[in-house]
Antibody, heavy 119, light 107 residues
């Protein structure tokens, strides 16, 4: 059974860096064919794909966030992480980590973690 | 980017009836579409990929159809446990994009 769990601070101050980690069990982030992804959901709104890491280090980011975003992986801990710099209130959202399949859909999702940007 | 538009925003259906949810793409995405169900406080769950291929464990009461720019998710014999928000997602082009969701309420 594949499980993902996102963790990180629930409160970040404006202009600072949001950092989250996703711990994966039941599958390896090193395995080919899957795209380890971050997706966020603004309050009472839809979903926004943030980006993913695959093949142990290749990344692809949403152009709207690319200039502020870094996704990295730690195969020794079977984790992948997100760093989003210069955050504003618009970055307040529930952040999900998910496993993306080669086709482009997402078959396993973590529970999500709420991050609030506020001073 | 491809814009996904879902309608209606809210759908109120009586138990046992059929709910039809619409998803429209701003350009053709062939059948590169997924549907997800998100219950309150939970992560989304994959229902369909390839527009009409049921994911593992999804009951036959759920069906997906469409291609190009028009897609439909149909839930027959609606049950109270189907109360959720349903999202569509295209994976034909980058960035991947989701619709705004349809909330299914039980009358």
């Amino acid at each position: 059974q594949v499980q993902l769990q996102a963790s990180g601070p629930g409160l970040v101050k404006p202009s600072q860096t949001l950092s989250l980690t996703c711990t994966v069990s039941g599958a390896s982030v090193n395995s080919g064919g899957y795209f380890w992804s971050w997706i966020r959901q603004h309050p009472e709104k839809g979903l926004e794909w943030i980006g993913y890491i695959y093949n142990s280090g290749r990344t692809y980011y949403n152009p709207s966030l690319r200039s502020r975003l870094t996704i990295s992986g730690d195969t020794s801990k079977n984790q992948f992480s997100l760093k989003l710099t210069s955050v504003t209130a618009a970055d307040t959202a529930i952040y999900f980590c998910a496993r993306g399949r080669a086709a482009g859909d997402f078959d396993y999702w973590g529970q999500g973690t709420l991050v609030t940007v506020s001073s | 980017e491809i814009v996904m538009t879902q309608s209606p925003a809210t759908l109120s259906v009586s138990p046992g009836e059929t709910a039809s949810l619409s998803c429209r793409a701003s350009q053709s995405i062939k059948t590169n579409l997924a549907w997800y169900q998100q219950k309150l406080g939970q992560a989304p769950r994959l229902l369909f990929y390839g527009a009409s291929i049921r994911a593992t464990g999804i009951p036959a009461r759920f069906s997906g159809s469409g291609s190009g720019t028009e897609f439909t998710l149909t839930i027959s014999s609606l049950q109270s446990g189907d109360l959720a928000v349903y999202f569509c997602q295209q994976y034909d082009d980058w960035p991947l994009t989701f619709g705004g969701g349809t909330k299914v309420e039980i009358k």
